[in-house]
């Protein structure tokens, strides 16, 4: 069973697009997390956020975690190659962390 | 850039050799894990050590033996391992259990 599940999947965008991706839950998170994993690289945390409503901006990214901290989105503005990666939500709830089913972006130049 | 550090970063193993992975933190980390990955899927936890105790144990084969020999350091050795055993094994640590994780880069392994 996933608790974290993701859409889309898969997702390849031409350099300069807009995207968002989605993790959601039909269970209450304490906080959830985002990373991003290149091939052959550990995920590297890009994000952490805690309260409901919450908007967090890392340059291009934004993030938003749900008011009832069941989802939260990640939106990129005027993507670039270089985002290009595995993106990852993940976050404990209950007595367990759980990772999100995952996005593979690809930015093709 | 991490601070957990894992070695060695790429390892080949035959089906009777054995050998281990290695993992360090001097964050001031008690909670470490050790998670396997396979191609653009999520990462699979394997096992977790609280306080220098493994409190977790995903029901991996025992031919994957964690070690946690001080609060810094984590071992996973590994023996007669399978093809399929081929993967990405993520070290990783938190403050504490259920806190944020932070990875190391991985070691990349391939059972031949």
């Known amino acids: 069973t996933q608790l974290l599940e993701q859409s889309p999947q898969f997702l390849s965008i031409q350099e300069g697009e807009n995207l968002t991706v989605y993790c959601n839950s039909s269970?209450?998170?304490?906080?959830l997390q985002w990373y991003r994993q290149e091939p052959g690289e550990g995920p590297v945390l890009l994000v952490t956020v805690v309260t409901g409503g919450e908007v967090k901006k890392l340059k291009r990214l934004t993030f938003q975690f749900g008011d009832a901290r069941k989802d939260s989105s990640l939106h990129i503005t005027a993507a670039q190659p270089g985002d290009t990666g595995l993106y990852l939500c993940?976050?404990?709830?209950?007595?367990?962390?759980?990772f999100g089913t995952g996005t593979s972006l690809t930015v093709i130049p | 850039d991490t601070e957990v550090t894992q070695t060695p970063k790429h390892l080949v193993m035959g089906m009777t050799n054995k050998k281990s992975l290695k993992c360090e933190q001097h964050m001031g980390h008690r909670a470490m894990y050790w998670y396997k990955q396979k191609a653009k899927k999520p990462p699979e936890l394997m096992f977790v050590?609280?306080?220098?105790?493994?409190?977790i144990n995903e029901s991996v084969p025992s031919r994957f033996s964690p070690e946690c020999p001080n609060s810094s350091l984590l071992n996973l050795h590994l023996h007669a391992l399978q093809p399929e055993d081929s993967a990405l094994y993520l070290c990783?640590?938190?403050?504490?259990?259920?806190?944020?994780?932070?990875f190391g880069e991985g070691s990349w392994l391939t059972v031949v």
């Open positions: 990783a640590s938190s403050l504490r259990v259920l806190n944020t994780i932070y």
């Open positions: 050590y609280s306080y220098e105790k493994l409190s």
């Open positions: 269970s209450v998170f304490s906080s």
């Open positions: 993940a976050g404990a709830s209950g007595n367990q962390f759980y």
